[in-house]
T-cell receptor, first 116, second 114 residues
Framework: AQSVTQLDSQVPVFEEAPVELRCNYS??????LFWYVQYPNQGLQLLLK??????LVESINGFEAEFNKSQTSFHLRKPSVHISDTAEYFC??????????????FGAGTRLAVHP | NAGVTQTPKFQVLKTGQSMTLQCAQD?????MYWYRQDPGMGLRLIYY???????DKGEVPNGYNVSRLNKREFSLRLESAAPSQTSVYFC?????????????FGDGTRLSIL
């Protein structure tokens, strides 16, 4: 069975500092990996995804994540955060089941708090 | 574009009352999903619909029923609400039941059962 572990429930950081949100997954087969962001009182929005090809994927607002198959990780990073990045971030995994059923398994979430 | 629309946004119920949460998508997606979000637990799948006319149980289906009314609409019903069903409910849709297709989420329904 697949599972996702987000290693930090909360990450406080000062504005313009770098940040890393950690995500590890377990699966015996190939997977697809996603990061979603949830702003207060909103639904989840897709931030970035790894499907195949380059192991480094980027979002339009400066986040990036690297797929590391040997360490079964998909950590999210940003070199300089803004106040507007304050949100909850969810790592999710899918794939591997026969027929490729799109069942997303979510981590528990990491709350990023950016302080001035 | 509206994307995925959920109604209502907030609701308070008494134990034992029934209620239907509505969800509609305008992206011509085949597959739709219902999740619940509880603190520290991420999102858990309640039911999903691969395509119009089909529904299947997810991880936590007990106490819920669903109806895929047409391609656009997928409703979630609580027949006899219990305090344990206090949660934020999210509807999502995707192009199809393929693992590489991202899901698109509504803004959620915040439900309190007293």
């Amino acid at each position: 069975a697949q599972s996702v572990t987000q290693l930090d429930s909360q990450v406080p950081v000062f504005e313009e500092a770098p940040v890393e949100l950690r995500c590890n997954y377990s699966s015996s087969v190939s997977v697809y990996l996603f990061w979603y962001v949830q702003y207060p009182n909103q639904g989840l929005q897709l931030l970035l995804k790894y499907l195949s090809g380059s192991t480094l994927v980027e979002s339009i607002n400066g986040f990036e994540a690297e797929f590391n198959k040997s360490q079964t990780s998909f950590h999210l990073r940003k070199p300089s955060v803004h106040i507007s990045d304050t949100a909850e971030y969810f790592c999710a995994v899918s794939g591997g089941a026969a027929g490729g059923y799109n069942k997303l398994i979510f981590g528990a979430g990491t709350r990023l708090a950016v302080h001035p | 574009n509206a994307g995925v629309t959920q109604t209502p946004k907030f609701q308070v119920l008494k134990t034992g009352q029934s209620m239907t949460l509505q969800c509609a998508q305008d992206m011509n997606h085949n597959s739709m999903y219902w999740y619940r979000q509880d603190p520290g637990m991420g999102l858990r799948l309640i039911y999903y619909s691969a395509s119009e006319g089909t529904t299947d149980k997810g991880e936590v289906p007990n106490g819920y029923n669903v109806s895929r009314l047409n391609k656009r609409e997928f409703s979630l019903r609580l027949e006899s609400a219990a305090p344990s069903q206090t949660s934020v409910y999210f509807c999502a849709s995707s192009g199809g039941l393929y693992s590489n297709q991202p899901q698109h989420f509504g803004d959620g329904t915040r439900l309190s059962i007293l």
